[in-house]
């Protein structure tokens, strides 16, 4: 398990890149990104929903609440990514954004 500064600068730097992918796609997407005490936001017009990413230091992952579901992504030495999919932050935030809007033309880069 990576120690406790290295998983605080690898999610720090992994959320600040989600939360960039995200606010350059808000206008087209429906959503307002917002950061609030390290922990980042999605917030959905139609339909009305919320995602919540917060970095869980005693475990060492980052966990996502989006969908009525806990999804726990790991570090994989080189990104924090969901064990069972194999997928890592931003492809499974942009999958789970198309999934609740069902707007399968937004892109997170």
């Known amino acids: 398990m990576m120690d406790e500064t290295t998983f605080r600068r690898e999610a720090d730097r992994a959320l600040h890149a989600l939360k960039q992918s995200l606010i ?26 919320k995602f919540v990413f917060t970095p869980n230091t005693p475990v ?7 969908l009525s579901t806990s999804f726990k992504l790991d570090w994989n030495g080189e990104a924090f990514a969901l064990g069972k999919t194999g997928e890592v932050l931003l492809v499974l935030t942009e999958r789970l954004v198309r999934e609740h809007t069902g707007d399968d033309s937004i892109q997170l880069r």
């Open 24 to 49: 350059d796609a808000e206008e087209d997407g429906g959503f307002e990104a917002e950061e609030n005490g390290g922990v980042l936001n999605v917030v959905f017009d139609e339909p009305k929903g």
């Open 60 to 66: 060492r992952q980052i966990w996502i609440s989006a």
